[in-house]
């Protein structure tokens, strides 16, 4: 999981739709270069932001297209101009965003941070042209499986439990709750999530209109995605455990346990001991 690109710009490469459309006007040229910006609020709640792309150009493209130019031109002297040296080193490359790790496939999405009152995290995918914003996580290459484990109960318990907060809402690190979540290995019967995860998200399908922020408020949640979603949970905690979960706490308990167990081979190869004592890795699945 990564961080979204983030640009840098001092807002020369952002617009919003009636921006586009006039720089467009003056340079119908740049369309190819202007694509859809999406940060947690585009996400969530939907509208319109783009971002210029200067990077994907061509240099004889760019030579042809003056007002593309002067942007490029004005975030070259916006990082100049900054205090900040790691900034002003950017400015020798003024084409490039700051974190310039640009989606070429399809992508799922986490937003940075969401309300307390979400019982699930409104994750999904996107795919190019869209260029994600910092303000949301990235996971390339997730399976259906992935979904399930990060929309589901499990993981929003630890996500709240260890996450950190942005006033009472929570904030998904990538360090602090998704680099500590203990994930299954890799064959742990993750294929039966699959087709549980298409059927949410064919539930939020059926819903085309409504934007994802008005999907996951609790009060207004449709009953067949929420019935999607339990049926996620179930699978889930059958994962972890045959007899499942009776409360948030209990899911929180077992996830330490299961941390503690991933920590301690790492813990005696940092001492040196790993070669002198032989320890069986974690599993996911407890046989209660």
Same mark, same amino acid.
């Given at each position: 999981?990564?961080?979204? %690109?983030? !640009? ?19 340079? !119908? ?86 309300? $307390?009152?979400?019982?699930?995290? %409104?994750?999904?995918?996107? $795919?190019?042209?869209?260029? !994600? ?9 997730? /399976? ?78 449709? !009953? ?23 409360? $948030? +706490?209990? +899911? ?27 320890? /069986? ?8």
């Amino acid at each position: 999981m990564i961080i979204g %690109p983030k !640009p840098i710009d001092g807002g020369n490469y952002i617009f919003d739709a009636a921006e586009r459309g006039a720089f467009l006007d003056a340079e !119908p040229e740049a369309a190819p270069w202007l694509r859809p910006f999406i940060g947690a609020r585009e996400y969530l709640q939907g509208g319109e932001r783009w971002i210029l792309a200067p990077h994907d150009a061509p240099p004889e493209v760019l030579a042809r297209l003056p007002r593309v130019r002067e942007r490029i031109a004005a975030v070259r002297t916006f990082r100049e101009d900054s205090k900040s040296t790691q900034t002003q080193k950017l400015a020798a490359a003024p084409t490039l965003y700051h974190v310039n790790v640009v989606p070429t496939a399809p992508f799922l999405v986490i937003p940075e941070s969401g309300s $307390e009152r979400r019982e699930y995290a %409104p994750i999904g995918w996107l $795919e190019p042209p869209a260029i !994600p914003s910092n303000l949301v996580r990235i996971l390339s290459d997730a /399976t259906l499986s992935d979904f399930a484990l990060l929309a589901s109960t499990m993981h929003m318990a630890w996500l709240r439990y260890i996450g950190g907060r942005l006033k009472s809402d929570y904030r998904c690190s990538i360090g602090v709750v998704y680099n500590t979540f203990p994930m299954p290995p890799e064959g742990a019967a993750l294929s039966r999530l699959e087709p549980l995860a298409q059927a949410g998200l064919d539930a939020r399908a059926a819903h085309r209109g409504a934007a994802l922020a008005d999907l996951y408020d609790p009060d207004l949640m449709p !009953p067949n995605l929420r019935r999607a979603h339990q049926a996620i949970d179930r699978a889930v905690d059958r994962l972890c455990r045959r007899t499942g979960f009776a409360s $948030e +706490r209990e +899911r929180v308990e077992h996830l330490f346990m299961l941390y503690e167990k991933m920590q301690t081979p790492l813990e005696l190869a940092a001492r040196g001991k790993s070669k002198r004592r032989r320890r /069986t890795p974690a599993s996911w699945r407890d046989t209660r």
